[in-house]
C-alpha cells in the first residue's frame, strides 16, 4: 500500500550536459501531472508524462527539469541570407529612385523581422532524452520508496484503529442484547409510578415492548458494519491502488453507524456511537492520502 505523498530527486553530470529532477507527489483522487523543463526541453514533456504514467496509478505529480548545455547545442541560430540580400536590394533601389543620402547598415539588416530563426537539434530525443529518462525514473524511484514507506506506517496505524472499531461494535451487540429487558423495567416502573401494578395490563405492556423492540432492533446494522470491517481489512492487505475502495468502505461502515445511533435509545450505545464515528472520521483522513 502507498501513501500519495513522497519526494525523490536525481542528477547526472557529464561532459556535454548535467540535469536535476525534483519529482514530488501530494494526494489527488485522479492522476495529475505538473511538469516544468527548461524551453529547450518542452518538446520532451509528452514522454516525461508517458514515463510517469507508467510508474505511478494516482496522485498530483510534480516533475522539475533543471539543464545545463555544455556543448551539446540543443538549439541552432540562423541567418537568413537570402531575406538580407532581397532586402538589400530593395533598400539599395529605394534610395536610389528618391536620391536618398546615407550608407545601407548592418543594423537596418537586423531590424528586420525574421532575420534569424532558431532550429532545434535532432539531438534532444536522441542525446538528450535517454539520459533525461535514466534520471526522471531515478528520481521517481526515490519517490515510490518514500510513498511505499509511508504508506506501510498507514497501514499499520489504520490495521489498530480497525481493531478498536471491532472491539467497539461487539460492546453495542452485547448492549443491543440487553435493550429489551432494559426498556420494558423502565417502562413497567414508569407506569408504577401512576398505578397500582395490578391495574398494569400486562399484554399491552408485552406488545409495547415488542413493538419498541422491532423499532429499535440494530442486529441487520451491526452484521453490516462488521461486513465492512472484514472488506476493510481485506482491501488493507492488497497490493496496489486501493485507497479509492477503503475511501467507499469508510463512508458504508459512517453510514451504518449512524443508523445505529438512530435507532437505539441506549445512552451507553450512543456514547460508543460517537467514539466509533470520531475513529471513522481519523481513518478517512489517513485514507484521503492512500494511492
Keep these: 500500500m502507498n501513501s500519495m505523498t513522497g519526494y525523490g530527486k536525481a542528477n547526472y553530470n557529464g561532459k556535454k550536459m548535467a540535469i536535476v529532477v525534483d519529482v514530488s507527489s501530494l494526494n489527488s483522487r485522479y492522476l495529475e501531472y505538473f511538469i516544468r523543463t527548461p524551453r529547450p526541453l518542452i518538446s520532451l514533456e509528452p514522454k516525461i508524462k ?37 532586402v538589400h536590394r530593395e533598400l539599395s533601389a529605394l534610395k536610389k529612385k528618391h536620391r536618398l543620402a546615407g550608407d545601407i547598415e548592418l543594423g537596418h539588416l537586423l531590424s528586420v523581422p525574421d532575420i534569424f530563426h532558431v532550429e532545434k537539434s535532432e539531438d534532444i530525443e536522441r542525446v538528450i532524452w535517454p539520459r533525461l529518462k535514466k534520471v526522471i525514473s531515478a528520481a ?28 467497539k461494535i461487539r460492546e453495542v451487540e452485547v448492549l443491543a442484547a440487553d435493550n429489551v429487558s432494559i426498556y420494558h423495567e423502565k417502562l413497567k416502573k414508569r407506569l408504577g409510578d401512576f ?63 449512524n443508523t445505529i445511533g438512530a435507532k437505539s435509545a441506549n445512552t451507553e450505545i450512543s456514547h460508543y456511537v460517537v467514539e466509533i464515528k470520531d475513529e471513522i472520521e481519523k481513518m478517512r483522513e489517513q485514507v484521503q492520502n492512500i494511492e
Design 50 to 86: 508517458e514515463l510517469v504514467g507508467e510508474k505511478v496509478a494516482r496522485g498530483k505529480i510534480s516533475v522539475v527539469v533543471s539543464y545545463e548545455d555544455y556543448g551539446v547545442g540543443l538549439d541552432k541560430v540562423v541567418f537568413n541570407h537570402r531575406l538580407a540580400e532581397q
Design 195 to 257: 398505578m397500582p401494578a395490578t391495574q398494569i395490563d400486562g399484554v399491552r405492556l408485552e406488545q409495547e415492548v415488542a413493538f419498541m423492540a422491532e423499532k429499535s432492533d440494530i442486529t441487520e446494522e451491526c452484521i453490516r458494519f462488521k461486513s465492512h470491517l472484514t472488506q476493510f481489512r481485506s482491501n488493507l492487505a492488497r497490493a496496489g491502488s486501493v485507497g479509492k475502495s477503503l475511501n467507499f468502505i469508510l463512508q458504508e461502515l459512517h453510514r451504518e453507524v
Design 140 to 167: 521517481i524511484k526515490e519517490m515510490l520508496t518514500m510513498r511505499r514507506r509511508e504508506g506501510a506506517n498507514m497501514k499499520k496505524d489504520l490495521a489498530l484503529r480497525l481493531k478498536l472499531l471491532s472491539d
